[in-house]
């Protein structure tokens, strides 16, 4: 089967507090293909510019000088309603620190993109119903966030970033607050959500372990890329 490129970043720079004495260079001259299909890890220490690369191919911020075509759309020449549309319907999220609501429901966090993509009451329900049997938490689907584990949120919020049905997962240091027996079950989702569904899933980490359970491991030092390796 062809490949095709859907992240493709040319010669990207961040700077933040441009042209102000404290100016700061983060990223310095990032090129980065990822295939459609693709379990990629992004690895480095912390401060090498990981979390800021991320942002980036998330469309959570806009780099400074280069280019990132997704998908076949110029980022750089989108409208901010553009992008938060194929951020909404292209990405799925998953933090480190779960990112869920509090005051609502595991059922409710994962309607919550439906929401905002104008998806109706009863097919979000239907929807995140499935997202949430297919992490195993259907049967706590009603409970909040302080009545659920480590694990058991992040099974929510991988259950929420499926939710649209995105081409891409962008899982930043995702089994970070976890032991290592609930990472290893937060990894075979990602393995599955890869290899039966095609996922096209973005891993940031600091571990070399993990890594090396994807397919390519693209390491960054620095705000550069200082190594390439596919498995």
Known sequence: METTSMIHLDNIVKRFYEHQENELE????????????EFVSIVGESGSGKTTLMNIIGILDRPTEG???LDGISIADAKDKELSHIRNQ?????????NLISRTTA???????????????????ERAEHFLEMVGMKDRMT?????????????????????????????????????SETGRTIMDIFHKLN???GKTIVLITHSKELAEETGR???????????????
């Open 143 to 179: 409970h909040k966030p302080d009545e659920l584990s480590g694990g058991q949120k992040q099974r929510v919020a991988i259950a929420r970033a499926l939710s649209n049905n995105p081409s891409i997962i962008l899982a930043d240091e995702p089994t970070g607050a976890l032991d």
């Open 90 to 98: 292209k990405i799925g999220f998953v933090f480190q620190t779960y």
């Open 217 to 231: 491991i693209v390491t960054i030092q620095d705000g550069r890329i200082v190594s390439e390796r596919v498995k």
């Open 67 to 69: 280019t990132y075509i």
């Open 26 to 37: 983060i990223l310095h001259g990032i090129s980065l293909d990822i295939n459609e299909g």
């Open 107 to 125: 059922l409710k966090n994962v309607e919550l993109p439906m929401l905002y993509a104008g998806v109706p009451q009863k097919e979000r329900r």
């Open 195 to 197: 290899y039966e569904q």
